[in-house]
């Protein structure tokens, strides 16, 4: 069970992602009210993209915003496609679920892919919007103009780095697709401590985090 004294002054916070789809379930106002009420070290962060896969926000939300949901816990809203306002927004956050208690992140932000792979994200909205987006907010884009702007960095560093991080993914895709199946018994690895009560499956030996 919950000790107080872990959750005053602790040393981790949870941070809890949703979208603004999911941020509409009822569960979600069963954890706000829990968590405040014993003041845990967590922040909830609804990324609002205005689509819950192919449906449009003003469709399925009766609410626009998402920020004020907590009801008895703050929320901030900022733009999650500004790189050093998500940056802030979660220093400001930390500090206050370690000392304080929950608090709600609304990051205002856009998917340019659809929901998943049966999502071509193309039926819903038209390219010009998408287009629009990556012109007018594209994070990566603004933060290099920043660079640029202020002469922390020259065009062809830039295009330097994009090609190295273009090849770390590279490599890390075709790493992923050429590995074998995990076995099932290391589903649990990295998730789990040990002694936890298990019935029926056997823990691999290898997970060893504590949590
Ligand atoms: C409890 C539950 N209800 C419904 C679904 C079906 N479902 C999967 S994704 C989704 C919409 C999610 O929207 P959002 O949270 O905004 O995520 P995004 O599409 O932006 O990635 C729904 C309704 C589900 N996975 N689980
Ligand atoms: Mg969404």
Request: with cysteine; proline share 5%.
């Given at each position: 069970?919950?000790?107080?004294?872990?959750?005053?002054?602790?040393?981790n916070v949870?941070?809890?992602y949703?979208?603004?789809?999911a941020?509409?379930?009822?569960?979600?106002?069963?954890?706000?009210?829990?968590?405040?009420?014993h003041?845990?070290?967590?922040?909830?962060?609804?990324?609002?993209?205005?689509?819950?896969?192919?449906?449009?926000?003003?469709?399925?939300?009766a609410?626009?915003?998402?920020?004020?949901?907590?009801?008895?816990?703050?929320?901030?809203q900022?733009?999650?496609?500004?790189?050093?306002?998500?940056?802030?927004?979660?220093?400001?956050?930390?500090?206050?679920?370690?000392?304080?208690?929950p608090?709600?992140?609304e990051?205002?932000?856009?998917?340019?892919?659809?929901?998943?792979?049966?999502?071509?994200?193309?039926?819903?909205?038209?390219?010009?919007?998408?287009?629009?987006?990556?012109?007018?907010?594209?994070?990566?884009a603004?933060?290099?103009?920043?660079?640029?702007?202020?002469?922390l960095?020259?065009?062809?560093?830039?295009t330097?780095?994009?090609?190295?991080?273009?090849?770390?993914i590279?490599?890390?895709?075709?790493?992923?697709?050429?590995s074998?199946?995990?076995?099932?018994?290391?589903?649990?690895?990295?998730?789990l401590?040990?002694?936890?009560?298990?019935?029926?499956?056997?823990?691999?030996?290898?997970?060893?985090?504590?949590?």
């Open positions: 069970m919950l000790g107080r004294k872990n959750i005053l002054r602790p040393e949870t941070f809890a949703m979208g603004d789809g941020a509409n379930q009822g569960q979600c106002n069963e954890s706000y009210n829990l968590a405040a009420v003041k845990l070290p967590i922040v909830y962060v609804v990324e609002n993209n205005r689509y819950a896969m192919g449906t449009a926000i003003e469709r399925a939300s609410t626009k915003e998402f920020y004020h949901r907590g009801d008895n816990i703050p929320g901030i900022y733009d999650g496609m500004n790189v050093l306002q998500s940056a802030e927004a979660s220093r400001y956050a930390i500090n206050h679920a370690k000392t304080k208690g608090i709600m992140l990051a205002m932000t856009y998917r340019y892919q659809g929901h998943s792979m049966s999502d071509p994200g193309t039926t819903y909205r038209n390219r010009d919007e998408v287009e629009g987006v990556r012109k007018s907010r594209d994070p990566i603004k933060v290099q103009a920043w660079l640029l702007e202020l002469k960095a020259t065009e062809e560093e830039l330097k780095i994009t090609e190295e991080v273009k090849k770390e590279d490599e890390g895709v075709e790493f992923a697709a050429s074998p199946y995990p076995a099932p018994e290391d589903m649990w690895n990295y998730v401590m040990e002694d936890i009560p298990i019935r029926g499956i056997e823990l691999s030996k290898s997970h060893n985090l504590k949590l």
